[in-house]
């Protein structure tokens, strides 16, 4: 009754819902991956540092790696090997196979072998239409080709409003579509108000914010598809009765440190703490400190996994609408703002809005309310739902 997954590498965000579908809905699953390279600790190219994660990536299901890494060797997805995938497979003959994308080249690997072994086939991916520009010939190639594999597949997983389009768009049938939200796992974190109480004022004076500032938060990698520059154009943008009332805090590391740090000193000064890369166990007191999570991403963000951490600490949100969780999780005036990709100015005007929003239970509370729908339970649920449908197993 085992369910295979095929995946790069353990993944953070990924490895808890194994673990539920095993406790909660007694799925066994094993997965088959590239490379361990998350697990010995990597260097990853866009934060700049090495990464060692704080939680257990491996416990609670079985796993098959094709490949093992050296700590600190370069965390790349797209080098992972997938030799050995098929034979794996054969000797694991699952009840069903689960695979969770199409790029890079080991995913694309593992739909060929996925098809061709007679297993039903579970796919659950980071699908969208809206993260990557595309000529006109590569997106007419890439629906012919999704077409072709979503026909083939028996169960397709939506993790959110804009996943669900791409595949209502590409023709997928209703009935084969099972929502498995975009989440994020919970238990490193301290994010009730007992926390907050505890926890606000400690790391805002510890980081030297008074009590009267409003601490725009960045959490992410500093690189330029993320837009944390567009953060400090923006701010300047402001009235200064408001701007002078700004602290940023950029939690994370990348190429751009060295240049905010540039930016935010010159004239108008704006306020800046870097904080640096923080692992799981220690970001809530960053959250709890803010007063509102910025995300200005310019491109590239499928999904944007911090809105769900700021969301689960009741931390409303301003993103642009290149995020791709923005119509799941910001609701403008309730939960955040959004604005157009790329445009300080727009930017500044989301910001204004969604003072109303700041310092508010209730809208700390709407914005957990929120997130709790896009939780690992509600994820390995659609999964778990999805197997079930596709292997004939009662529930």
């Not at 004022?201 to 500032?213: C, K, L, S």
């Not at 791709?324 to 403008?332: E, K, M, Q, T, Y």
């Not at 445009?343 to 709790?372: I, M, N, Q």
Request: glycine share 8%; net charge positive; hydrophobic share 40%.
């Amino acid at each position: 009754m085992t369910l295979a997954v095929l995946a790069t590498h353990p993944i953070q965000y990924q490895a808890p819902i194994y673990r539920v579908l095993g406790d909660r809905w007694r799925i066994p699953v094993t997965a088959v991956y590239g490379s361990d390279f998350s697990l010995a600790g990597y260097r990853d190219r866009e934060f700049g540092t090495t990464v060692s994660w704080d939680v257990d990536l491996a416990a609670g299901y079985d796993a098959v790696f094709l490949s093992r890494a050296t700590a600190g060797s370069p965390g790349r997805p797209d080098a992972v090997s997938w030799r050995g995938m098929a034979a794996a497979l054969r000797r694991l003959a699952p009840r069903a196979l689960l695979l969770t994308g199409y790029s890079p080249r080991f995913h694309q690997v593992a739909c060929l072998h996925a098809l061709r072994s007679g297993y039903p086939v579970l796919f659950r991916g980071e699908t969208t239409d809206h993260a990557t520009r595309r000529g006109r010939l590569k997106s007419l190639a890439r629906d012919v080709v999704l077409r072709w594999l979503y026909r083939r597949c028996t169960r397709l997983l939506y993790v959110g409003r804009r996943s669900y389009a791409h595949f209502r768009r590409l023709g997928c049938p209703e009935d084969k579509l099972v929502f498995s939200p975009y989440c994020v796992d919970t238990s490193p974190f301290q994010a009730d108000e007992t926390a907050r109480d505890r926890l606000r004022h400690r790391q805002r004076e510890a980081a030297g914010v008074p009590e009267h500032a409003l601490l725009l938060l960045f959490s992410g990698k500093l690189v330029s598809r993320k837009g944390p520059e567009l953060l400090v154009d923006a701010v300047r943008q402001l009235p200064s009765a408001l701007r002078d009332r700004i602290v940023l805090g950029f939690l994370g590391d990348g190429e751009l440190r060295g240049a905010l740090e540039r930016s935010a000193g010159a004239s108008p000064v704006v306020p800046a703490r870097l904080f640096g890369f923080h692992n799981q166990r220690e970001v809530s007191s960053f959250y709890h400190a803010a007063d509102l999570l910025v995300l200005p991403s310019r491109e590239g963000e499928s999904w944007g996994l911090v809105v769900n951490d700021a969301s689960h600490h009741g931390l409303p949100a301003v993103v642009s609408d290149a995020v791709g969780s923005a119509p799941d999780l910001v609701i403008p005036g309730q939960t955040g703002e959004t604005f157009p990709a790329g445009s300080a100015r727009h930017l500044a005007a989301a910001l204004e809005r969604s003072l109303p929003l700041v310092g508010r239970a209730d809208v700390r509370a709407r914005c957990r309310a929120v997130a709790k729908d896009y939780g690992v339970e509600a994820a390995a649920h659609g999964i778990a739902r999805a197997f079930f449908a596709a292997t004939g197993r009662g529930r």
